[in-house]
Antibody, heavy 119, light 107 residues
Framework: EVQLAQSGGGLVQPGGSLRLSCAAS????????MFWVRQAPGKGLEWVSV???????YYADFVKGRFTISTDNSKNTLYLQMGGLRPEDTAIYYC?????????????WGQGALVTVSS | EIVMTQSPATLSVSPGERATLSCRAS??????LAWYQQKPGQAPRLLFY???TGATDIPARFSGAGSGTEFTLTISSLRSEDFAVYYC?????????FGQGTKVEIK
């Protein structure tokens, strides 16, 4: 079964750092486009970052220079290293798999990790 | 950036009734449109891609239609488990963008 299991998240002070993990099963993270998508409390969905191992990496402007996406192919895991966190980064962060190329729909989704940035 | 506009924001429907949700793109996206269902406390779940191709195990009471700038998601006879927020997403242009969602609530 194709699944994504997330870990990480929590409460962090403004300016702090946090790492999210997303362990994949049933497929290889190195063979497809992997995304992070976030959802602020009571709000809609917005993409944060995308990568395909060995090639494409993009970031949304609002996280560029602060967040880093990566994979560990030996662990079949996707990561999002978040730094310089701001209160407006407070959201549930989902990892998800792109089903085609970079222009894609998403399936499946991880269960989400809540990141709260507050002093 | 393509702006996706969903209407209505909230749809109040009685169980057994039909619900029709709309999604409009600020410019044509062909059939490169997906729909997701999100229940409280859960991750989004893919319903349709290619505007009308159902994902795995999607009940037959759900249908997707449209192309270009106008799309609809129809639930023919609402069941209790269908009350949720529904999002559309275009994947014709970068960056990928979502609508703001339509909440389907019990009337």
């Amino acid at each position: 079964e194709v699944q994504l299991a997330q870990s990480g998240g929590g409460l962090v002070q403004p300016g702090g750092s946090l790492r999210l993990s997303c362990a994949a099963s049933g497929f290889s993270v190195s063979s497809t486009y992997m995304f992070w998508v976030r959802q602020a409390p009571g709000k809609g969905l917005e993409w944060v970052s995308v990568m395909r191992a060995g090639g494409t990496i993009y970031y949304a402007d609002f996280v560029k220079g602060r967040f880093t996406i990566s994979t560990d192919n030996s662990k079949n895991t996707l990561y999002l290293q978040m730094g310089g966190l701001r209160p407006e980064d407070t959201a549930i962060y989902y990892c998800t798999r792109g089903r085609t190329a970079i222009l894609t729909w998403f399936d499946p989704w991880g269960q989400g990790a809540l990141v709260t940035v507050s002093s | 950036e393509i702006v996706m506009t969903q209407s209505p924001a909230t749809l109040s429907v009685s169980p057994g009734e039909r619900a029709t949700l709309s999604c409009r793109a600020s410019q044509g996206v062909g059939s490169n449109l997906a729909w997701y269902q999100q229940k409280p406390g859960q991750a989004p779940r893919l319903l349709f891609y290619g505007a009308s191709t159902g994902a795995t195990d999607i009940p037959a009471r759900f249908s997707g239609a449209g192309s270009g700038t106008e799309f609809t998601l129809t639930i023919s006879s609402l069941r209790s488990e269908d009350f949720a927020v529904y999002y559309c997403q275009q994947y014709d242009y970068w960056p990928l963008t979502f609508g703001q969602g339509t909440k389907v609530e019990i009337k």
